[in-house]
């Protein structure tokens, strides 16, 4: 039966990746608070919000000083924009602080409100840099199968998953994806992960040659890949990757928008796995979750660049309403003094053993092909067969099942195909990461006696 409250969804909301059919009959799962690390329905159950949301509640869901100071920033100024050069205290003191906690050297920050404007924001200047410095061929961008980058028409043109492309008349032209580094998944037989690399390394070099090194403007690539899988980089991945880049004068754009801040045993993921990124991507943990607010952080070279063109055409004609919102800059700089003041990344390192082992220990479940993880993001992928790696068919949605399961057992998961991602509030204590993983274990066995069930397992 459905509640009131269900039904009132279904008939007024259209949900961003949802099965829009199925939810007609399903219906939503309405939470109601937060407290910590857990998640609290309509009904009371409690969860551990073991996907910190969508990769972003670092700090959980009760923080007293973000609320507070959200509450006083909006009193004292609830809104000004930053256009034609207006500016306030905190969008000047966040833009400071990122400059100092950069894994690269930055000159300039600019802001938006989402993870996919940032990327637009990228693909933009991209573009407009290399109008300005008058080689106007150079702006085809790669990017890699199963990345994300965000769902606007340039953002979703650089995401390298079939969903957000089919139907939308997507990618843009110029935009183009290269192999994803899913060394399990990917790699020929007995291939070493740094075979893996360099052949990716090489695959690319090929592409940039195959369309004309001075056609080719830009990389994007997460650190980890999130919404492809919580797929981690192979050993010695990004290193190759930085060579072929710099050697073709080809411009790196990280995308930190789930690493940044901590995520990774590292304020960034860049410093995590060596990225020679020339700009930076930043939203979600910016803020906890607790604003919507994203940042670009440019280097002094593409900065120079900009203004330049202000000179010639005068104005930089680009930014939204809500950039650098007060009250969302003022959070944020809550955000990394909290951040800073309770030793996050060290905190996040003293707990990633207990988080990489308990994920690494589901690898020795029946159904686990994959387990693999790094600080406080990893993923597990289901497969029909350990020995051979054969997938399950992907409509009978294993994966799924086995985070309705979780949800049973009391965990808020996410199924990525058969791929279930695991990224907890960065505040996780190591008893809350080994119940995590006691309420995931029960749910994969739960899972094992559907597929059993269902004849879905290899004979
Ligand atoms: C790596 C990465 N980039 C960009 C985005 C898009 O961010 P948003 O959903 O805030 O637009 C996401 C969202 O999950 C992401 O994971």
Redesign the pocket.
């Known amino acids: 039966m459905l509640s009131n409250l269900a039904v009132r969804d279904i008939e007024t909301l259209v949900h961003p990746y949802t099965n829009l059919a199925t939810h007609r009959e399903v219906g939503p799962l309405v939470l109601e608070s937060g407290k910590g690390v857990y998640v609290y329905d309509t009904a009371g159950k409690e969860y551990i919000e073991g996907m910190a949301g ?3 509640t670092s700090l959980g869901y009760s923080n007293q000083e973000l609320i507070e100071t959200a509450t006083e920033q909006m009193k004292k100024l609830p809104f000004t924009h930053i256009f034609g050069g207006r500016s306030h205290d905190p969008a000047i003191e966040l833009a400071e602080k990122l400059k100092e906690i950069a894994p690269v050297p930055i000159s300039k920050v600019f802001y938006g ?7 637009d924001t990228q693909v933009k200047i991209v573009w407009y840099m290399n109008n300005a410095l008058g080689r106007p061929q150079k702006k085809k961008i790669i990017s890699r199968l199963k ?6 028409v340039a ?1 979703a043109s650089l ?1 390298g998953l079939p969903n957000n492309h089919i139907d939308f008349d997507l990618p843009l032209p110029g935009i183009m994806h290269t192999s994803c580094p899913h060394h399990y998944r990917f790699a020929e037989p007995g291939e070493s992960e740094q075979d893996f690399s360099s052949r990716l390394a090489a695959e690319l070099e090929d592409m940039i040659l195959r369309e004309g090194p001075d056609t080719v403007a830009a990389f994007i690539a ?1 650190p980890v ?3 492809g899988g919580a797929i981690l980089p192979p050993d010695g991945y990004f290193e190759k990757i930085n060579a072929i880049l710099a050697k073709y004068d080809i411009l790196f754009i990280s ?5 940044g801040f901590g995520r990774t045993g590292n304020m960034f993921g860049t410093t995590t796995y060596g990225m020679k990124a020339d700009t930076i ?1 930043l ?2 943990q910016i803020t906890s979750a607790y604003f ?1 607010l ?1 940042a670009v952080m440019l280097s002094e070279q593409v900065y120079e660049v900009l203004v330049d063109q202000s000179r010639k055409i005068g104005v930089f004609g680009h930014g939204n309403t809500y950039a650098g919102h007060p009250v969302g800059c003022a959070i944020a700089v809550k955000t990394l003094e909290i951040y800073q003041r309770e030793k996050i990344v060290d905190h996040v390192r003293k707990v990633s053993p207990t988080f990489v082992k308990r994920l690494e220990k589901l690898g020795e479940h029946p159904l686990v092909g994959e387990a693999r993880g790094v600080g406080l993001i990893g993923g597990v992928e289901l497969v029909k067969d350990k020995q051979t790696k054969a997938p399950f068919e992907a409509k009978k949605g294993v994966g799924a099942k086995s985070v309705v399961f979780a949800q049973e057992e009391g965990l808020i998961t996410r199924a990525m195909g058969d791929r279930v991602a695991f990224c907890p509030p960065l505040i996780i204590t190591e008893a809350e990461i080994e119940e995590m993983f006691d309420r995931y274990e029960r749910a994969l066995n739960k899972t094992l006696d559907w597929a059993k069930a269902q004849g879905l397992l290899a004979a």
């Open positions: 969508l990769w972003c409100a989402s993870g996919s404007d940032a990327n990345g994300y980058h965000g769902v606007t953002s995401t997460e890949m999130g919404a995308d930190e928008v789930i690493t991507s939203a979600k919507p994203s």
